[in-house]
């Protein structure tokens, strides 16, 4: 009989550890923005690490050999996201962003002044919306920025823009 009690305590308590989510093992995930690569041949990639199921921290870096292109030629910066999705770590989330980023503004007349370097950071907030395999190994994501330039010359934008379409490895 006492045998029969220990094995029934052993067993009820392999069966009772239910949660209302699965325990994920993929915590950290690098994303590659191939949308913003083929439109512009800029390479941008990701790091992301899931806090928990609805929140996650991470970091952006890129760099593109055009100088005068729209985010200048180097970036990088960290960002915080919540999901609102009904699947964990998927779904419709916003995210709050900083970036570090560096140019150069070309001129528009053929004088003899050089190009104007700059660098500055933005700060900004962002949508987008992720789509992960039922394995949970590889996502799809879609999202969109907006930013303030902290630090602006006379002949920068106040604004910035991201956007981008990303292919996502997680473990």
Not at 5 to 21: E, K, R, V
Not at 54 to 82: C, E, K, M, W
Not at 96 to 108: D, I, K, N, P, R
């Amino acid at each position: 009989m006492k045998k029969m009690i220990i094995l029934f305590i052993i067993t009820n308590g392999y069966f009772s550890n239910a949660q209302a989510y699965p325990q994920f093992e993929n915590d950290h995930e690098i994303k590659l923005n191939i949308g913003l690569f083929l439109a512009t041949t800029t390479v941008e990639g990701s790091y992301e690490y899931f806090l928990n199921q609805d929140v996650s921290i991470g970091g952006t870096l890129y760099a593109d050999n055009d100088a005068a292109d729209y985010n200048g030629n180097f970036g990088i910066g960290p960002n915080v996201r919540a999901y609102f999705g009904y699947r964990p770590r998927s779904g419709f989330f916003a995210e709050a962003f900083g970036l570090y980023y560096t140019g150069e503004e070309e001129t528009q007349n053929n004088t003899a002044q050089p190009s104007r370097d700059y660098n500055t950071f933005a700060l900004g907030l962002g949508i987008g919306n992720k789509w992960v395999t039922r394995s949970q190994k590889f996502s799809l994501e879609i999202n969109a920025g907006l930013g303030r330039n902290v630090k602006t010359e006379e002949f920068q934008n106040t604004f910035m823009y991201r956007a981008g379409l990303s292919l996502g490895f997680r473990f």
